[in-house]
């Protein structure tokens, strides 16, 4: 084997090079055992501790992949909880209705008036004396989720009291990532649309650098390295860079404009001065950003003046919610904003040229006339998931 040609397959031997089956793509039955044996077992990013800024706000959540749909919401100690959105007397949502987020007091079921308060205990019934002696009041608040915080990002758990703790469960790449000033990137942009095609599908497209000058020639033409960088297997995570090409990427007037007046975009050259020490450690001067996959389904991208996240939810076999999500400083001024709003456009271009192959390729591979996936050298993240999946579900 040559060892330039093959460097992550010689550094982690224990991830293999057998082409990947297309059934973990496409069978229902494995879909399934996802579904039991992955997600409802692994803590899941469901927001950001700045969309709960006071007492009482909230955020309801569609979670298909558990069968259910929680309520996020800040308490009066300062904590955020979940609970099922189910009311404890004969199961009605206690949220419904077209708002998605707000602020409360409490959770007020519509149907016949039971009330929790922020904790989820049940609060209020209406006559509740017409009840009989085996029903208790204090054991029958909103069903609770596990919900914890990293770096200001929201998890949540389906057992509310989960074996492993979430500082646990990312481990050292939660130690690589950590530190980032992202608590102070509150500048939103987000893009989110159901794709009809397989969660796996649709995350393999960012998980590799190998598209680049291919898929976009047009938004970066000439702009980075199809291979990966500094690649580090963490459990089930797994992190890499993606780098600049030599020279590139080239700049037209207006790019070069907008860099000159801000950090806003991930084809901007320079030094990078935010990261933590465990990323880019060799400093390579081509560095553009890190590329982490926090298992299973959720994606952080960090560099210097910005961060972008992808998620992954899956709500069937064949179909998927994604959410892209761009995270910058406040602008200060015009110039700043300038540069903030082509940088933005210009990631958002690309995730568009990412996401056009999705569906695609998901409607080939259920076509079953091939029954294997060949991956490259450079495709080692998106090996690793596989296999990282395939240990959850035989565990």
């Known amino acids: 084997m040559n060892a330039h040609t093959h460097l992550w397959a010689e550094r982690f031997p224990e991830i293999g090079t057998d082409p990947v089956p297309v059934d973990a793509c496409i069978s229902p039955d494995y879909f399934e055992r996802e579904r039991e044996k992955l997600f409802k077992k692994v803590w899941l990013k469901v927001g950001r501790v700045e969309e709960f800024p006071q ?7 569609d979670m298909d992949i558990w069968n259910t749909q929680i309520i996020l919401a800040r308490g009066v100690d300062g ?15 206690v949220v419904s209705g077209p708002e998605t987020s707000g602020r409360t007091r409490h959770f007020f079921c519509n149907f016949h008036g039971w009330t929790y308060d922020l904790e989820g205990q049940l609060t209020d019934i209406p006559q509740e004396e017409e009840f009989f002696d085996s029903f208790k009041r204090c054991e029958n608040g909103l069903t609770p989720v596990g919900v914890d915080v990293w770096e200001g990002f929201v998890f949540a758990h389906l057992d509310p009291a989960p074996a492993q703790s979430l500082a646990a469960y990312l ?20 893009y989110r649309t159901i794709l009809n095609c397989n969660w796996k599908v649709a995350q393999d497209a960012f998980s590799e650098a190998y598209h680049v000058t291919t898929i976009h020639a047009g938004s970066f033409p000439d702009g980075f390295n199809a291979k990966l960088g500094d690649v580090e297997i963490l459990g089930p995570h797994r992190s890499g860079s993606v ?12 790019a070069k404009l907008a860099h000159q007046l801000g950090t806003s975009s991930i084809a901007k050259r320079g030094v990078r001065t935010e990261l933590p020490p465990l990323i880019n450690p060799r ?3 081509n560095f553009a950003f890190e590329l982490a996959v926090l298992f299973p389904n959720f994606l952080v991208h960090i560099m210097d003046g910005l961060y972008f996240t992808h998620q992954f939810m899956p709500i069937a076999v064949d179909k998927t919610l994604w959410e892209g999500i761009q995270y910058f400083r406040p602008p200060q001024n015009a110039g700043q904003r300038f540069s903030q709003e082509h940088g933005q456009l210009l990631q958002r271009n690309a995730w568009l040229e990412d996401t056009a192959t999705m569906e695609a390729t998901h409607a080939a591979l259920a076509s079953r006339s091939k029954k294997v996936m060949h991956l490259q050298d450079h495709e080692i993240l998106i ?8 240990d959850y579900l035989n565990a």
């Not at 939660?174 to 939103?188: D, N, S, W």
Request: glycine share 16%; aromatic share 10%.
């Open 79 to 93: 904590r955020i909880r979940g609970f099922h959105n189910t009311c404890s007397h004969r199961g009605n949502t």
């Open 55 to 61: 007492t009482g706000s909230w955020k309801l959540v």
């Open 171 to 190: 481990g050292q790449v939660g130690e690589r990532l950590a530190g980032f000033p992202y608590g102070e990137m509150t500048a939103v942009y987000a």
């Open 383 to 390: 090996r690793h998931g596989y296999k990282s999946v395939e």
């Open 243 to 254: 780098c600049m090409a030599d020279g590139g990427p080239k700049q037209t007037p207006v």
């Open 283 to 285: 400093r390579d001067p």
